[in-house]
């Protein structure tokens, strides 16, 4: 079984639920040590967002306004049942989570958020850990590549053209990005962000946009990058989401 999955537990007469939203190539899989730490009676939506868990065919006929589309499913979803939602997101999927809470506050209970890509700046690291994932050669001892590979959600690929019907998917998410930076003072949602000092995708300047709103906490990880988290910080984060859970 593809661990590419989407998971849904809609559990009757929960009062709260987690919509779960992964990163543009990622998967839901990349949320898959937070899931046990969940109250039993608590709902949850793990999405998979249209084009993932497959082949770079289908991630190139997809689009950003199928994954929006998907997000505000899920979450008319919610809405139905539970009094209480709260968002996890990763990168991209962060964009999504802050536009939503801001386009309904009164749905939107808490956001946990992790590598929000409010400026990018790839590094040259990023390149090399790319060709890696795709060619395959990962090292068991090169960690960060090995959180890349375990975060990235389509089939790799060794012919690079298969990749250039991505660029307007790249085109999207730099439009949602500008359109997010101009709107987040309008978040009055209580967020939580954990930005990665090392990250090699978004800039760590990010920080200075998230910081022009008070109502967004945020946490730094000095030894973390885009999609590996030290042994210590993963702890940090995994323990305050628990103690998310049980507020």
Partial sequence: MSRHQEYVRIVPEANTAILFIHGIVGTPDH??????????????????????????????????????????????????????IIIVAHSMGTLFAINAAIENPSDISQ???????????????????????????????????????LAYGIKPDPRLWKYLPWIPRYVELLKEIYHTRGVI???????????????????????????????????????????????EEEALVLNDFLSLCKL
């Fill in 111 to 149: 956001l946990f958020l992790m590598a929000s890509p409010l400026r990018v700046h790839p590094k040259p690291s990023a390149l090399t850990t790319s060709l890696k994932v795709l060619f395959q050669r990962v090292s068991p001892m090169d960690l960060r590549t090995l959180g890349a590979t």
């Fill in 185 to 231: 003072q309008k978040l009055s949602t209580p967020c939580t962000v954990y930005q990665s000092k090392k990250d090699e995708l978004v800039a760590y300047s990010s920080v200075e946009i998230l910081k022009k709103n008070p109502k967004i906490r945020i946490h730094t990880l000095p030894q973390s990058s885009h999609f590996y988290l030290t042994q």
């Fill in 31 to 84: 949320f898959r040590k937070f899931i046990p730490l969940i109250p039993e009676n608590y709902s949850i939506i793990n999405l998979l967002l249209d084009g993932h868990g497959k082949t770079t065919d289908d991630f190139a006929k997809t689009s950003m306004k199928r994954w929006k589309s998907q997000v505000n499913g899920a979450l008319t979803t919610l809405r139905q049942q539970h009094r209480e």
